[in-house]
């Protein structure tokens, strides 16, 4: 993570850097007319679900979707035969911290996440990819940029306007507040991003409880169960990740404080992001350096206890959503498989990189499904995910604001560290 020192000299830059960029969105170089024929569309992602369906999309948006016989488009049309295969919406990763400063961002397109979030950017790079790919310049997902606030304090509280009004005017889309911010300066934080029509996501340092009362919009990774656990977790440190994965082998799904507090996320509309793919590389051993092998079994079994309270969140109507925070473009399919491990369905695990993920970035009328006023931002697979939920991964085409690309043409990006 970064400084208190680096953190504040990276967001003072934004109050210099207003303007800058077209809307996520405006993608440049899209056909007049898309019709993709012959489609299988699932249910739950789509008012049309069936097979031999068509998709028709003009500049780069849904306009309709239905059986395919009944497809009407210009001859002009840009046509592309799905031959039976099942269409998914477009993926959307909601924790990811390299697309948006990648040199090859067009390695998340060639996986189908024609979406990423990244809440906690380094502001330049990512305005300067956002700049290119919605210019046309660069093939790449949509971006979603967040603004991160570490550390502040009491002296810090008309900074805090400034700099969210700053990130607001800058076309920002999100704050995320670290695990170090007290209650009373996220409650400023918060209260100012929601008046300026930005989202707060929360890389949570207390109760859960507390944060929900503070009507955060996202809390992300597993620190949620803080409290939930005796004695409680530590604040975070570079020994604490190992230490607490070993104590959610003491989590009670059972117990009614558990169940209570995940009632309330669930009414809350608050969207969790537990990004079990860094939590099983930390656990595993893969970043947290020497361990033993008896601590990385421990650190395992805290995460099944973990993941039983995932599917328990799930079946009580928690919205999960699929993020990976990690820098390599194919993770988010090992994180949907996770969820499954978990017990969830495909079906659900799908959803959390789609409908619901559209929900945790407030865009579900644009994005999340296969429907008419949706950008046209889908993936074409040669097998189907509510079977196997690995099937993500079997990516045939690729279409986002109505163009179409070949993944083998895309070019990879190179794996790297988690933040």
Do not use: N
Not at 229 to 255: C, H, K, N, Q
Not at 319 to 347: I, K, N
Not at 390 to 398: G, L
């Amino acid at each position: 993570m970064h400084s208190m020192r680096t953190r504040l000299v990276v967001l003072a830059g934004i109050v210099t850097a207003i303007a800058i960029g077209p809307a996520v969105g405006a993608a440049g170089g899209q056909p007049a007319y898309l019709v993709v024929r012959h489609a299988t569309l699932l249910a739950g992602t789509t008012p049309s679900p069936g097979a031999d369906r068509a998709i028709v999309a003009h500049g780069g948006v849904i306009q309709w979707v239905g059986p395919d016989a009944e497809a009407v488009a210009p001859p002009t049309a840009v046509e592309l035969d799905a031959g039976g295969r099942v269409v998914i919406p477009g993926l959307i990763d909601l924790h990811q911290h390299a697309a948006s400063v990648s040199p090859s961002p067009a390695a998340w397109l060639a996986h189908g996440v024609t979406t990423v979030r990244d809440p906690d950017a380094e502001l330049d790079g990512a305005r300067r990819t956002q700049r290119l790919i919605d210019g046309g310049l660069l093939e790449g997902p949509r971006l979603f940029i967040g603004l991160e606030l570490s550390l502040v304090t009491d002296q810090m509280r008309s900074a805090v306007r400034r700099l969210i009004a700053a990130a607001a005017d800058d076309g920002l889309d999100l704050v995320q507040l670290d695990a170090a911010t007290p209650p009373a300066q996220a409650q400023l934080a918060i209260q100012e991003a929601h008046a300026r029509g930005l989202r707060v996501t929360w890389h949570l340092g207390l109760a859960l409880g507390r944060a929900l009362d503070l009507e955060v919009d996202g809390v992300e990774h597993l620190d949620i169960f803080r409290g939930l656990v005796p004695p409680p977790i530590e604040p975070a440190s570079a020994e604490s990740p190992m230490r607490g994965f070993r104590r959610w082998a003491e989590l009670d799904t059972s117990s009614d404080r558990t169940q209570d507090l995940l009632r309330r996320l669930a009414a809350s509309r608050t969207v969790w992001t537990p990004t079990l793919v860094q939590a099983h590389r930390i656990a595993g051993g893969e970043l947290a350096g020497s361990r033993s092998l008896s601590d990385r079994a421990a650190a395992m079994r805290g995460l099944d206890a973990a993941c039983r309270t995932i599917a328990l969140a799930a079946r009580l109507g928690v919205l999960v959503g699929a993020g990976t925070s990690t820098d390599r473009p194919g993770d988010l399919h090992e994180e949907l498989a996770l969820l499954v491990r978990c017990g969830l369905t495909a079906t659900e695990a799908l959803r959390s990189a789609t409908t619901t993920a559209a929900t945790a970035l407030g865009r579900e009328s644009t994005l999340g499904a296969i429907a008419a006023e949706q950008f046209a931002d889908l993936v074409l697979l040669d097998a189907d995910p509510s079977e196997d939920i690995r099937a993500t991964a079997r990516v045939w085409r690729v279409v986002k604001d109505g163009r179409v690309h070949d993944p083998a043409r895309l070019a990879p990006a190179e794996p790297g560290a988690i933040r």
